[in-house]
């Protein structure tokens, strides 16, 4: 078929499109279908009436039918700014991976590898006792298996398990990412890799080997934690769940039964983010109110298409419901919103009913929009071919990460801010990953970090 659009668009405006043109239209047509079901034949008829194509000559000609196209493409920011083609990100079209991963539910490995130094752990005996039909298999180091197997992102999620010792990488401060009011938060790096598969996780975009790495010393995590809490002036936000979900697999590993009772009598708020209803061990000890347990939220329509094997809204609402009234605190994050026809009404629908299961105020909520580097696209693509979350009016910014223009990004954050500040005065609000300009023009007051950090700690220590 695209083929003989190319023949179509160099008869049709007398020209020869080169490799790279071709590669920019061709990639053009595709995502305008994908996002609005224009046909690409009717897209470049309808192209011949434009007075700039008409009037292009020569070489112009292609520039003159690509900045249409982007119009097309882009619709709400074409009316609004002038798009620079240099933030287009326009890369070559692959075909699907035919023989995706999916996630199973419940989830149920396939092989479990452990290292050396990890046999004998309680972790081992979780595994043994819940899978006691699956081989294991010992290794020295978790790496020896990406050496011997060459690695492709449609394997991301074989339901394979690493069981490891972690030697080096216990704690560190959040990455955040560059021009941006950080949050100043802390990760514990327990575990890579999620048995969910959302279409936008950016975990796809990293990995470079299958499956799920929990690491077995979870000992070695609270000594070295100890090591640094002493030294710690301050309190601070930590909490798991950068590189994974905190609690997808914790009826295995009871991670966080543990987690709790070492991080409750401390001074800081330790927050186990998660898209599950995987909290039985944790009603199976008593709360704490700077146990923070933290539920990612997207309307039902987006969790069925884009957030496959992960709780329902209703399950996590309902989980979350259940925590607080055992004495945890709660969190929210919408992140990514995601912008679509409609959103509105089903992004309000959300705050609704999660001021209808819990009381304010809550510990935070972090609003962020849908944002990614380009090259995830590139892997969304091949492993989601049905989602259109990335024919969206994603641009490249000052980054050079795809995000929706400023003006839009405004709009969505202050809608979202307004809702819940309807029912809710109190429980603080922060950006995801957002410069100064997009703070301030929300009407957010901190404009430094170490502001925002605060206005997220004081709540808690009043
Ligand atoms: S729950 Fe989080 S870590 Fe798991 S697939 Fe979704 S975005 Fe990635």
Not at 151 to 167: A, C, M, T, W
Not at 180 to 189: A, E, F, G, Q, T
Not at 289 to 298: Q, R, W
Request: glycine share 4%.
């Amino acid at each position: 078929m695209y083929d003989d659009l190319k023949s179509k668009i160099e008869s049709t405006f007398n020209f020869r499109l080169n490799r790279n043109q071709w590669r920019d239209l061709k990639r053009l047509l595709y995502e305008i279908y994908r996002r609005d079901q224009k046909e690409p034949r009717t897209v470049i008829d309808s192209l011949k009436n434009k007075t700039s194509v008409k009037k292009a000559g020569g070489r112009n000609k292609f520039f003159a039918i690509k900045k249409e196209l982007i119009g097309y493409r882009y619709p709400l920011t074409s009316q609004k700014i002038a798009i620079d083609t240099k933030d287009v990100f326009l890369a070559e079209l692959k075909e699907p991976f035919p023989d995706n991963y999916s996630p199973t539910t419940p989830f149920v490995p396939e092989k479990i590898f452990i290292e050396k130094e990890a046999r004998g752990s309680y972790l081992e005996g979780r595994f043994r006792f819940t899978f006691p039909d699956i081989e294991f298999e010992e290794l020295i180091l978790s790496g020896e298996y990406i050496k011997k197997h060459k690695f492709s992102p449609h394997q991301l999620k074989r339901p394979l398990v690493f069981i490891v010792k972690e030697r080096w990488d216990f704690i560190k401060p959040c990455p955040c990412t560059s021009h941006c009011l950080s949050c100043r938060y802390w990760i514990l790096n327990l575990g890579f890799g999620c048995p969910f598969d959302c279409s936008y996780c950016f975990l796809q975009q990293y990995a470079n080997f299958p499956g799920i790495v929990l690491p077995a010393n979870l000992d070695d995590f609270f000594t070295q934690f100890d090591g640094f809490y002493k030294k710690l002036k301050n309190p601070i936000r930590i909490g798991t769940g950068e590189f994974c979900d905190s609690l997808a697999l914790d009826d295995i590993t009871g991670y966080s039964r543990q987690l709790a009772e070492y991080f409750r009598d401390k001074n800081l708020f330790f927050e186990l983010k998660t898209k599950s209803d995987n909290i039985a061990n944790l009603l199976k000890i008593t709360g704490a109110a700077n146990i923070v347990i933290a539920f990612s939220l997207n309307p039902q329509t987006l969790i069925d298409s884009e957030e496959q094997a992960s709780s329902s809204l209703s399950q996590r609402l309902a989980a979350a419901k259940q925590l607080q009234e055992k004495g945890y605190s709660l969190a929210f994050h919408f992140d990514p919103i995601i912008y679509y026809e409609g959103w509105e009404n089903d992004y309000k629908k959300v705050v609704d009913r999660l001021y209808g299961h819990v009381r304010s105020p809550l510990r935070w909520i972090s609003l962020g929009t849908l944002r990614s580097a380009r090259e995830l696209k590139n892997v969304v693509e091949r492993r989601f071919p049905q989602s259109s979350i990335f024919y969206g009016e994603l641009l490249l910014g000052k980054d050079r990460k795809l995000r929706y223009p400023k003006f839009l990004k405004t709009r969505m954050f202050k809608k979202m801010t307004g809702w819940i500040r309807e029912y809710d005065s109190k429980t603080p609000l922060y950006l995801c990953m957002e410069d100064k300009d997009i703070w301030q023009d929300c009407g957010f007051t901190p404009d430094t970090s170490q502001k925002v950090e605060r206005s997220l700690l004081l709540p808690g220590i009043d």
